[in-house]
């Protein structure tokens, strides 16, 4: 399920338009990369709705920025490829300005996505003490 509907994105995020069949897919996408960002934390039980409404606030900014990345990228099948921007792949196309690396391609994200995560403390991937919000 996806931490954004269509209203947040548009009337509070106020982000670039999209046809509101499309915003859907791409809401379903931006929150898995939010859920892999963040180490499935809010995955488990219904912690979304438990935690404090400014990390509640941040995770759907975070959400709609990577929405808005999809958008303004041209769509959720790019990939970057290599160790930096020298490749490529959008779809069926790809292009390679240099040495391939051997490592696993990873998912693009928004330049902002993660400052709207930080303060959170969902980026966190160290051992800490069981707190029942988290």
Same mark, same amino acid.
């Given at each position: 399920?996806? /931490?954004?509907?269509? +209203?947040?994105? $548009?009337?509070?995020?106020?982000? $670039?338009?999209? &046809? ?23 995955? +488990?039980?219904?912690? =979304? ?19 808005? =990345? ?10 970057? $490829?290599?160790? &930096?921007? $020298? ?7 790809? /292009? ?33 003490? =069981?707190?029942?919000?988290?």
């Amino acid at each position: 399920m996806a /931490y954004i509907d269509y +209203t947040f994105y $548009t009337n509070d995020y106020k982000g $670039t338009s999209v &046809d509101e069949s499309e915003f859907a897919k791409l809401a379903e996408r931006a929150s898995e990369v939010v859920d892999q960002l963040t180490g499935y934390k809010l995955k +488990t039980g219904n912690r =979304f709705d438990n935690l404090p409404t400014f990390v509640q606030e941040q995770v759907k900014k975070a959400t709609a920025a990577q929405v808005e =990345f999809y958008i303004l990228s041209g769509g959720t099948d790019i990939a970057i $490829t290599g160790d &930096d921007i $020298t490749g490529v792949a959008v779809g069926k196309f790809s /292009y390679g300005g240099g040495n391939r690396s051997s490592g696993k391609e990873r998912e693009p994200i928004a330049d902002n996505l993660l400052d709207y995560l930080r303060p959170t403390g969902l980026l966190y991937s160290g051992i800490g003490v =069981f707190d029942s919000a988290y």
